[in-house]
């Protein structure tokens, strides 16, 4: 069993920061991609980075430039720094992981945190 802890969201105003992170615990022997979905209120869950465990980033158009995908592979643990904050990335952010257990390879998500960005 892989379970994926999100932290970091909050409120700020348009122009802030912040610092999203997502650790994934349990059984795991490596991590492949993790990476960052969002949903918007009315809004279909869309994609806004990924990160390969060799460290390749690709960003969404929406959020290139302002926002960047890290991860610690000892930590098992995937960040997002988001910069230059816009009310349209108000959101749940929901994190992912594609775990490799003994066995198995599936992918495993986090509950969602809550970004919201007031003008």
């Known amino acids: 069993q892989v379970q994926l802890v999100e932290s970091g969201g909050g409120l700020v105003q348009a122009g802030g920061s912040l610092r999203l992170s997502c650790a994934a615990s349990?059984?795991?022997?490596?991590?492949?991609?993790m990476g960052w979905y969002r949903q918007a209120p009315g809004k279909q869950r869309e994609l806004v980075a990924t990160?390969?465990?060799?460290?390749?980033?690709n960003d969404a158009d929406s959020v290139k430039g302002r926002f960047t995908i890290s991860r610690d592979n000892a930590k098992n643990t995937v960040y997002l720094q988001m910069n230059s904050l816009k009310p349209e990335d108000t959101a749940v952010y929901y994190c992912?992981?594609?775990?490799?257990?003994?066995?198995?390879?599936?992918?495993?998500w986090g509950p969602g945190t809550q970004v919201t960005v007031s003008s």
């Open positions: 990160i390969t465990r060799g460290g390749q980033t």
């Open positions: 992912y992981a594609d775990v490799f257990a003994a066995w198995t390879r599936r992918i495993y």
């Open positions: 349990g059984n795991i022997a490596l991590i492949n991609t």
